[in-house]
């Protein structure tokens, strides 16, 4: 059947809504298309929540029943929102619309046809934890060599057949593509894989990525089903379409295809998520997999003064593969954004820092400032200035620099070097290894801590303890490893022992047990040239301990307290805050090292350098540090990021530039709610 025509203010052509004072010419035009295939492509801060929510009013007020409406978000959030939104516009009139996550809406099917497809009604939802012991009982039974250090950890495992299940691509493929140190040992791991997915039918349960495959199964062998579905959703519309993966696309076009009236709304330019599996092609080949469908562009923004959107649209123009658009401020004044070049990374912290002193002294609140970068180990000086200036900020890409993981279990082995009587450094040092956890770990301290007040070398008194069998090889290892950063009980430079034991030890582990090894591993390089600036590991663990336990970041639910925001851009997609600060810009850092020798790699990174730029409303901060103190490794001088050489020199702005910045207009309020949403 083919795309239904929509005629305004259904039979009795009048509306409630007058679409026409509430929308802009831009926005009223997808609101009211004609039915059919129709691609929204919303900038920036133009009001894409806005449009989706009058489109799902437009539908009802012409006629169509709620139920026959799909609407598929990323989040709940996003769906409670929209449908509130309605509900505040049309009252009762909105009850009964489908809408929310991809996965809950594959749930809601799931549950009325589980049978289908070989589950019962009543089958659980793996979550994470869930899931991550499953798949260490089921690598135990499938007889994995578990027992190797190297084999993936159930978490790691976990990552592996998620990225194979969203991208539609064999497991093969993506271990040689991102873990390529797992190719010798793929047949197990595939062995894992299969036995996995066994289990969970045997056992009734599914785990998320099952709530999308099965539903695209479910439908693709059942075409009754497939043909109830198609036939009650008349419309089906899409939020965030540029973040969708193969496995969603494909459900989109399995629900929507009989009526055809499919409206994605998106910003190809803000689609930064390939490393999950979201599928920029989806956006970008939409037109061509629905013939005819009409394409939208909305490009007014209101949130952002015109030096910062100037700078956006010439950010992205860089990128061959897009949807050509061009955002125009509706605030008509404010200050030009700054690009600042600092002498050394401690600089480009110092700047940082002392800037947010002075917005906030002009009354802009902390809460209100974020400093954005491309990996969390950029952030590392900046929490170390904002402590010791006493200035509060939250850590929304991970915890604090010094609490990780990785960076408490390498400083356990430089604890311990430095005082052999710490137990809790040696318990956290010797429960990485294989086989040993808190018993254990009991044993092996009882049998270590009568020689760690001796003279003796580490070695020797390690290897008076018997540990399990699966870690004797290690254990070795570990006493070697230990007497190379403290010989005859002498700590080595705290720079030269944080490499050592990478070297030694625990690349290996973070290997198997983080599917973020590689970001992790920057973070041990980057504490390493943290390290160098001390003259004893004495030092620089006292020095680590009082950074760790200032109060600098408290709760994330604590959203009383004004704080500094410091995240990811990745994190930071969707938010906004009057000032921004983006750091690191220097090849290398940003773009990622990784990404300047792949074309469509390096697209995604101009695509994300965008989105940091459109993070702002009032002030941007552009900075990179000319050397990099302490880096540890490679080369110390830092070449600006290429996304900044291709910034046309006037529009930007020199710290300490006489010309003082104009005051912004602020952003339209319609009540409590800003107007673009």
């Known amino acids: 059947m083919g795309a239904e025509a929509l005629s305004a203010g259904g039979p009795s052509g009048a509306t409630r809504i007058d679409y026409a004072a509430e929308l802009n010419e831009q926005q009223l035009a997808a609101v009211t298309s004609p039915g059919g295939g129709a691609l929204v492509i919303a900038g920036a801060g133009s009001g894409k929540t806005r449009t989706l929510t009058y489109r799902v009013a437009w539908l009802l007020e012409n006629g169509l029943h709620p139920w026959n409406i799909l609407l598929l978000t990323f989040t709940n959030k996003a769906a409670r929102e929209m449908l509130a939104r309605v509900t505040e516009l049309l009252g009762p009139d909105a009850d009964g619309i489908w809408g929310g996550t991809f996965h809950s809406i594959g749930n809601r099917i799931l549950r009325r046809h589980a049978g289908l497809i070989g589950f019962r009604p009543g089958f659980s939802i793996l979550d994470r934890e869930d899931q991550s012991d499953l798949l260490k009982s089921v690598a135990a039974d499938a007889g994995a060599p578990v027992r190797d250090k190297r084999f993936p950890k159930p978490d790691v495992l976990a990552e592996l057949f998620s990225l194979s299940a969203n991208t539609g691509r064999p497991l093969p493929e993506i271990v040689h593509e991102r873990f390529g140190y797992f190719e010798d040992i793929l047949d197990p791991i595939a062995a894992v894989h299969a036995a996995y997915d066994r289990r969970k039918q045997a056992a009734n349960v599914m785990d998320f990525d099952d709530l999308l495959l099965r539903t695209n199964q479910l439908l693709a062998s059942h075409a009754d089903v497939a043909e109830h579905y198609r036939d009650q959703f008349r419309h089906v519309l ?152 006493g200035i509060p900020f939250e850590v929304t890409s991970g915890l604090r620099f010094f609490e990780q993981a990785h960076v408490k279990d ?153 704080r500094v925001v410091l995240s990811s851009v990745h994190q930071a997609k969707g938010l906004e805050w009057r000032a921004v600060f983006v750091v690191w810009l220097s090849e290398g850092m940003f773009p990622s090292s990784r990404s300047v020798e792949k074309p469509d790699a390096l ?25 990099r103190l302490g880096g540890g490794y490679g080369e110390p001088f830092q070449r600006r990021s290429r996304f900044l050489a291709e910034l046309p020199a006037h529009l930007l702005e020199k710290p300490g530039a006489d010309e003082k910045p104009r005051a912004a207009s602020p952003a339209k309020k319609t009540g409590s709610r800003d107007w673009w949403y």
Not at 517 to 525: A, I, P, W
């Open 238 to 389: 899409v939020d965030e379409y540029q973040d969708t993966n193969l496995v969603q696309s494909e459900l989109v076009h399995l629900l929507g295809s009989k009526h055809g009236n499919i409206m994605v709304v998106g910003d190809d330019a803000q689609s930064i998520y390939s490393w999950r599996g979201a599928n920029f092609e989806n956006i970008l080949n939409f037109p061509k997999r629905h013939t005819g469908a009409q394409t939208y562009r909305i490009e007014t923004n209101y949130r952002s003064v015109p030096g910062i959107l100037d700078v956006a649209n010439a950010a992205i123009r860089g990128n061959v593969r897009q949807f050509e658009k061009n955002l125009r401020a509706w605030r008509k004044e404010g200050a030009r954004p700054v690009l600042a070049e600092l002498p050394t990374n401690n600089d480009q912290a110092a700047y940082v820092v002392s800037q947010i002193l002075e917005l906030n002294r002009q009354g802009i609140e902390f809460r209100e400032m974020a400093v954005l970068y491309r990996a969390h180990f950029h952030s590392m000086e900046i929490q170390l200035e904002l402590t010791r200036r």
């Open 410 to 562: 390498v400083a356990a082995f430089l604890k311990f070097a430095v005082n052999p009587s710490d137990e809790t450094a040696f318990r956290r040092m010797v429960r990485l290894l294989p086989g040993v956890g808190e018993k254990t770990a009991d044993s092996l301290w009882s049998a270590v801590r009568a020689g760690s007040a001796s003279p003796a070398p580490f070695g020797e008194v390690l290897l008076r303890a018997k540990p399990p069998s699966r870690a004797e090889k290690i254990w070795s290892q570990l006493a070697a490893t230990l007497d190379e950063i403290a010989p005859d009980r002498k700590p080595i430079a705290p720079d030269r022992a944080i490499e050592a034991v990478m070297e030694a030890v625990y690349e290996d582990y973070m290997r198997a047990e983080f599917a973020n090894y590689e970001n992790r591993r920057e973070d041990l390089r980057t504490l390493a040239g943290y390290a160098r600036q001390f003259g004893s590991t004495e030092d620089f663990l006292a020095q680590v301990a009082l950074l760790t336990n200032v109060d600098g970041t408290g709760s994330r639910a604590d959203t009383e307290t004004d």
């Open 603 to 627: 697209e995604e990174e101009r695509r994300l350098f965008y989105v940091a730029v459109t993070r702002g409303r009032d002030h941007l901060h552009l900075c990179y540090p000319q050397i």
